[in-house]
């Protein structure tokens, strides 16, 4: 426990430290694309938070500058081949720098991980009848029991989603209310630890310097859901290149978010084989005249394929609409049956809110609207993240939902279970390892 | 080891290092300061290696007018005089036909200007060629202010002291107040200021006397001699205006009028007079 907390505030401190110097960038570490935005944090502003006890310091931002490139040596989320991934960092690094016009030197890192596991945990504390301080939600929270293998996974995001006080639910905030018993219930998110060392390892042979971490299915839901959804319960899908993954927001927390390794690049490549052509031309057929509706008249409908060769003598073939979307739909019924089944373990159901948003870039494909709803059931919308500063509008696309997420997390970042004080942590230490630390960084 | 291809040409790993080091200030200040040291470097060792550069300026500064001369040679057709009398006026238009034989140009223009201004009778002058061969001479001409007898000479003198002519007579001359005494040239302005203050009186004036380098005696036609105090002129010339303006009469008979101390005024007469003529104007002497 101690040794997650010291690792977390250590990145907490990078991250205040990056916001200081005026200017960092964002980039998701996508499958399919690598996306950097470079936003220059211009005032501060007061938000609210119960962690420190006092009113926190949250910024406000602009994009500067954009980029993105094709992904290379990145598959489901995971580093492949690290000097193709660096080459892809340097690419949108070095496009954005220009386009900003300054150095980058901290970076905030978004991704989906196939690994990824979340799990909700709950802990309480007893006490005599007295009103609930920050103290005892640092006491409730130190309880939580982390069973996670220090060796093989790294928590990422440890959320409180719900305190309760003398087994009454639903507190946000639980401080000053009286009672004698307090719990609370995190939500632990973890992945493999090797992907985390495997992109710091990286992102440092890029002379970069990593100042938080976020996983994309949680910024994802945070750019493209509306509060109310998230008030009342949503499940946003985030259909990304090589995996899909599931994120539960209840009242404005992320309760549940788990992914598969199934995504649109599995569509492109059941296309590419079934009809023997280049990825480029799949990708190409999938967005043109991709679907996953059945009309009358596909039959009818022919779509010329691109000549793969050069001979000029060969039969240019021709194949029906009906063929390809005999190809997409049993794809996208495999993915959203895998999601049907997270969902259904997941205790969704019983959510009052029942909306499912999709985003990223697989929510482009045509009819994914009306076939999803039918599928799961549940009203269904496709999502556009909101709109940020100094965004141009074509980069504003579901595709971007995590990058836009992640710059909306740095501007006003939730609590989590390190921005508490455990009572193991005394004034005095905390105050000794401070000056440690400055000591160290400075000489 | 090359086991991967792509085909989106990504920045070395060492562009990229320079393209960062490009957005730092102490890197693109050393930059700059090698690209000038490089710069100067080469420029001596290299391209001006066989140029003596105190050789070419010297032959520039030297040559030019000679250069010059030939791109822009005119020829005079008319000469404007303005601002200057009829005789100074042909005066200079014969300096300029004499140095018209030299060719002019725009470095000859201030030679000429130069030539111009030498004459005494000029205070300062301009010089403006015009391409149809108009030369315009714009002079402010010296005013001929007093005369002051010098060595048995006449001295034309004006306001600043500087002489405009010399004369052996003083014929022509009588227009403006006489000088007279050692280093008076020196004390024009002062001398104009006092000629100002005797207004209408300063026709029966005959000369200024500058006396022991410090004060004036004014000679009158009438043999009348004022001695001016040295350091309160203007009562002095007060007084002087009251005595001639009341008591000219007397004036044959008075020689000196010594204002030197003011609050004790002398006056010396050319023969006593008797007891009767002094009972019977003491009267009007007294005032």
Redesign the interface.
């Known amino acids: 426990m101690r040794k997650l907390l010291q690792s977390q505030r250590q990145l907490r401190q990078k991250r205040f430290a990056a916001i200081k110097k005026g200017t960092v960038a964002l980039i998701d570490l996508g499958s399919s694309k690598v996306m950097c935005l470079v936003v220059s944090l211009t005032g501060i502003n007061q938000i609210n938070s119960f962690s420190t006890g006092k009113s926190d310091r949250g910024v406000t931002f602009r994009v500067i500058g954009a980029s993105t490139t094709k992904s290379r040596g990145i598959r489901d989320g995971e580093i492949y081949e690290m000097r193709e991934a660096e080459s892809a960092i340097r690419t949108v690094i070095q496009r954005a720098q220009k386009m900003a016009g300054c150095l980058i030197e901290n970076v905030f890192l978004t991704f989906s991980s196939g690994t990824q596991k979340s799990t909700l945990i709950s802990s309480s504390i007893e006490f005599i009848q007295r009103e609930v301080t920050e103290l005892d939600i640092g006491h409730a929270l130190s309880k939580v029991n982390l069973v996670y293998d220090d060796l093989k996974r790294e928590i990422i995001h440890a959320l409180p989603v719900n305190f309760s006080i003398d087994n009454k639910h639903g507190y946000m905030d639980p401080r000053g209310i009286s009672g004698s018993k307090l719990s609370v219930d995190v939500n632990i998110v973890s992945i493999q630890s090797d992907i985390i060392k495997n992109m710091v390892s990286c992102l440092n042979k890029c002379d970069l310097s990593l100042a938080g971490l976020a996983l994309a299915p949680y910024v994802s839901g945070q750019s493209s859901l509306l509060e109310d959804e998230m008030q009342i319960g949503v499940v946003c899908i985030d259909l990304g290149a090589s995996s899909s993954s599931i994120s539960i927001f209840f009242r404005k927390n992320l309760i549940f978010s788990e992914s598969i390794r199934i995504g649109g690049q599995h569509i492109t490549s059941d296309i590419m084989q079934a009809f023997q052509i280049s990825f480029l031309a799949a990708e190409r057929l999938k967005v043109l005249h991709g679907g996953l509706m059945p009309a009358n008249s596909d039959d009818r409908e022919t779509i010329e394929l691109p000549d793969n060769n050069t001979d000029l003598y060969a039969d240019r073939r021709a194949i029906t609409k009906s063929e390809l979307l005999g190809v997409i739909r049993p794809r996208v019924e495999e993915i959203f049956d895998s999601l049907k089944t997270i969902l259904d373990s997941s205790d969704f159901e019983f959510l009052p809110g029942q909306k499912v948003v999709l985003t990223g870039g697989g929510s482009k494909l045509a009819n994914i609207l009306d076939f999803t709803s039918i599928f799961l059931g549940k009203p269904t919308r496709v999502a556009v993240p909101m709109r940020i500063q100094g965004l141009p509008a074509s980069a504003h696309g579901p595709e971007a939902a995590a990058a836009i997420g992640l710059a909306l997390n740095l501007a006003q970042p939730q609590d989590e279970l390190w921005d508490f004080k455990a009572p193991f942590e005394h004034e005095g230490d905390e105050l000794i390892r401070r000056t440690w630390r400055w000591v160290k960084s400075n000489w | 080891m090359n086991l991967?291809k792509?085909n989106?040409p990504?920045?070395s790993?060492l562009y990229?290092?320079i393209?960062?080091l490009y957005?730092?200030l102490w890197f693109r200040l050393a930059l700059m300061i090698v690209f000038l040291v490089v710069s100067i470097f080469l420029s001596k060792n290299f391209l001006y290696k066989d140029i003596d550069l105190n050789a070419e300026i010297r032959f520039l500064s030297e040559e030019s007018s000679a250069i010059y001369k030939g791109l822009t040679e005119l020829s005079i057709t008319r000469i404007l005089v303005k601002g200057a009398q009829e005789s100074l006026k042909k005066e200079i238009i014969a300096l300029v036909e004499s140095s018209a034989t030299e060719g002019f140009s725009a470095l000859k223009a201030q030679a000429l200007r130069a030539k111009i201004e030498d004459i005494k009778k000029v205070k300062k002058a301009s010089v403006k060629f015009s391409t149809d061969g108009l030369v315009i001479v714009n002079v402010i001409e010296r005013k001929e202010a007093v005369v002051f007898f010098n060595n048995d000479l006449y001295e034309v003198l004006d306001g600043n002291g500087v002489i405009l002519s010399i004369k052996q007579n003083y014929e022509g001359l009588s227009s403006f107040p006489l000088l007279v005494g050692k280093d008076a040239s020196k004390n024009i302005n002062a001398l104009l200021a006092l000629v100002k203050e005797i207004g209408s009186y300063q026709s029966e004036v005959l000369y200024y006397e500058w006396v022991g380098e410090r004060r004036w005696d004014i000679h009158m036609k009438s043999e009348l001699v004022f001695k001016l105090p040295e350091d309160n002129l203007n009562k002095g010339l007060k007084v002087m205006r009251i005595f001639l303006g009341k008591t000219n009469k007397l004036s044959k008979t008075v020689v000196t009028v010594d204002l030197r101390n003011i609050d004790k005024p002398i006056i010396r007469f050319r023969k006593p007079p008797s007891v009767e003529y002094i009972g019977k104007n003491a009267r009007r002497l007294a005032g």
Request: proline share 8%; glycine share 0%.
């Open positions: 991967l792509s989106d990504a920045p790993r990229y290092k393209n960062r957005y730092r």
